[in-house]
């Protein structure tokens, strides 16, 4: 008995489906069942080696820019804020706050890139020699826990650079800041931070997926820790024909399965969410506005 309603990906606020990914983890439950081990342990695999796929795609060079030079994620990202690091800070102390946050937080962002990277290149080598035995995958996964962690606080850093740059820009475009700054020099910045946004999709996008791809890893592996098929609360359930009968015959998966436990959503992004109420909140206003129209047209012809 396999009961899914704890397991989804949100599309929308009101659209729920199931990734790829998720879809092979419930199917990864049928072949533990039927005994077939090597399919569960090659996907496990799978996912180990596409986080680390995805961890080298950060430094990984892709096609090249119109220029023709070579596109490296992170590497960029932190090159795009340059231009920021260069603004004279006008005379408000706030503005020459900002530009010292921005150069302490570049430099600490760019120390955790080196490690990120010298971890990297040592999860390679070890994988070389990785063989896909259940103990052996598990303490793989296990071990790239670190890693998964450092693409997550390293995509927060990207974040918060990116708001501190916006803050900074934000502050020079002000009438009471600009001081001797002339409509090239603002136009110049607005340009610099547009560049930087760009350069954050295409950094911030594999750091996601190192860490996506080890928790699907990470799903298996806590669930079903000796690669055979057991009863996991609110999830699974080896449901025995006298148990079937006491239940009245019935198939419902959660009369059996129990209740999940309540998981806390550690990528939980509260300034997206805040950001879709606002645009379905303003949707809303608009519908109400119209049909408040329409409902005082239809009063009008009736003449009431």
């Known amino acids: 008995m396999i009961d899914a309603r704890s397991v989804y990906r949100k599309v929308t606020r009101k659209i729920y489906d199931f990734s790829p990914e998720q879809e092979q983890n419930l199917l990864a439950l049928v072949h533990l069942y039927r005994g077939q ?25 892709g096609d090249g820019d119109e220029s023709g030079n070579a596109i490296l994620p992170l590497a960029e990202f932190a090159a795009c804020l ?13 503005e020459a706050n900002l530009a010292k946050e921005l150069a302490e937080a570049l430099a600490a962002f760019q120390a955790d890139v080196a490690a990120f990277q010298k971890a990297l290149v040592a999860h390679q080598a070890a ?27 390293l995509g927060k850093q990207i974040d918060l650079l990116y708001k501190l740059a ?37 950094a911030a ?5 190192v860490r996506y791809f080890w928790k699907q890893a990470a799903w298996l592996t806590e669930r079903f820790p000796e690669a055979r098929l057991r ?8 449901a025995s024909i006298e148990e079937i009968k006491a239940n009245d015959w019935s198939l419902t998966p959660g009369r059996y399965v129990g209740v999940a436990p309540e998981e806390e959503d550690e990528d939980f992004d509260f300034e997206e969410t805040l950001r879709e109420i606002y645009v379905e909140l303003e949707d809303l206003n608009a519908e109400a506005v119209r049909l408040a129209a329409t409902i005082k047209k239809n009063f009008e012809e009736l003449g009431i």
């Open 37 to 61: 081990t090597e399919r569960y342990l090659d996907l496990v695999s799978s996912y180990c080696r596409r986080a680390l796929e995805e961890a080298f795609a950060c430094f990984a060079s």
């Open 82 to 94: 340059k231009p920021f690091l260069k603004m004279q800070p006008s005379v408000f102390a706030q």
């Open 127 to 153: 994988w070389k020699t990785k063989k896909a035995d259940n103990g052996k995958l598990k303490k793989a996964v296990d071990q790239l826990a670190p890693m998964a962690e450092a693409s997550r606080n």
């Open 166 to 202: 916006s803050r900074l820009t934000e502050s020079a475009g002000k009438d009471g800041n600009a001081g001797s700054r002339d409509a090239r020099h603002r136009k110049e910045t607005a340009h610099a931070l547009r560049n930087a946004e760009e350069a954050r999709q295409r």
């Open 205 to 209: 996008l594999p750091l996601k997926q």
């Open 231 to 238: 009863n996991v609360e609110g999830l699974v359930k080896l």
